[in-house]
T-cell receptor, first 113, second 116 residues
Framework: KQEVTQIPAALSVPEGENLVLNCSFT??????LQWFRQDPGKGLTSLLL?????REQTSGRLNASLDKSSGRSTLYIAASQPGDSATYLC????????????FGQGTRLTINP | GAVVSQHPSRVICKSGTSVKIECRSL??????MFWYRQFPKQSLMLMAT?????????EQGVEKDKFLINHASLTLSTLTVTSAHPEDSSFYIC????????????FGQGTRLTVV
C-alpha cells in the first residue's frame, strides 16, 4: 500500500527566502505526482503535475522534481512571499487509478513579512 | 483549467439528519468523480469513486449505506451523508478528471460539514 510522507509538517521562514518542501513515497510504481496548495478552509489548487516519465516541472517561482528510484519529490519555492503561506500537499496516483490520489499529510508553510 | 464546482461550501446540520453535497463538472463531462474526506490537521483520504450510470466503489472502512453516492449524469455527482453524527463532521471534497489534460486532477472547493 502506498504511503506518502511530507517533511516538515510545518515551516516558518522570512519573506524572500528560497525553500524546499519534501515528499517521500514507498512505492515507485506511480502514474504521476501532483503538488497542491490548500488555503485554510478552502479546496485544493493544483500547482504542478509531474508525469512518471518526467524529472521536473516548473511554473513561475515553483519547481518540482521527481526521483522515482529514491521515492522522493521536492517542491522548490524561490523568493518566497507572504502570499505563499498555505498548506502544501503532494499526492500520487498509481498505475491503475490515474486519478485516484494518495495524499501526504501536508506541510504548513508560513512566510513572515 | 477545468472547473469543478461543489455546493454547499459550508453546512451545519442536526444529528440524525441527512445532508446532500453536490459536485459538478462545469465545462467537461466526467464519467468518474472521486470523493475525499479530510479530518482536522489530517490529510485527504479517498472515500469512494463515483461512476456515472453504475454503483460507486467505496474504499475499505467507508460505510456505503451511510455515504450514499449518486452519479446520475456526466456532470453531476452527489454525496449524501445519512443520519449524520458529530463524528461525521469533516471537510468533504470532490475531484474529477478531464481527458483534455495529462490526468491532472481538479478539485471542487470543498464542503465543511458540522453536525451538532
Amino acid at each position: 500500500k502506498q504511503e506518502v510522507t511530507q517533511i516538515p509538517a510545518a515551516l516558518s521562514v522570512p519573506e524572500g527566502e528560497n525553500l524546499v518542501l519534501n515528499c517521500s513515497f514507498t512505492d515507485s510504481a506511480i502514474y504521476n505526482l501532483q503538488w497542491f496548495r490548500q488555503d485554510p478552509g478552502k479546496g485544493l489548487t493544483s500547482l504542478l503535475l509531474i508525469q512518471s516519465s518526467q524529472r521536473e516541472q516548473t511554473s513561475g517561482r515553483l519547481n518540482a522534481s521527481l526521483d522515482k528510484s529514491s521515492g522522493r519529490s521536492t517542491l522548490y519555492i524561490a523568493a518566497s512571499q507572504p502570499g505563499d503561506s498555505a498548506t502544501y500537499l503532494c499526492a500520487l496516483s498509481d498505475l491503475q487509478g490515474a486519478q485516484k490520489l494518495v495524499f501526504g499529510q501536508g506541510t504548513r508553510l508560513t512566510i513572515n513579512p | 483549467g477545468a472547473v469543478v464546482s461543489q455546493h454547499p461550501s459550508r453546512v451545519i446540520c442536526k444529528s440524525g439528519t441527512s445532508v446532500k453535497i453536490e459536485c459538478r463538472s462545469l465545462d467537461f463531462q466526467a464519467t468518474t468523480m472521486f470523493w475525499y474526506r479530510q479530518f482536522p490537521k489530517q490529510s485527504l483520504m479517498l472515500m469512494a469513486t463515483s461512476n456515472e450510470g453504475s454503483k460507486a466503489t467505496y474504499e475499505q472502512g467507508v460505510e456505503k449505506d451511510k455515504f450514499l453516492i449518486n452519479h446520475a449524469s456526466l456532470t453531476l455527482s452527489t454525496l449524501t451523508v445519512t443520519s449524520a453524527h458529530p463524528e461525521d463532521s469533516s471537510f468533504y471534497i470532490c475531484s474529477a478528471p478531464t481527458r483534455r489534460t495529462n490526468t491532472e486532477a481538479f478539485f471542487g472547493q470543498g464542503t465543511r460539514l458540522t453536525v451538532v
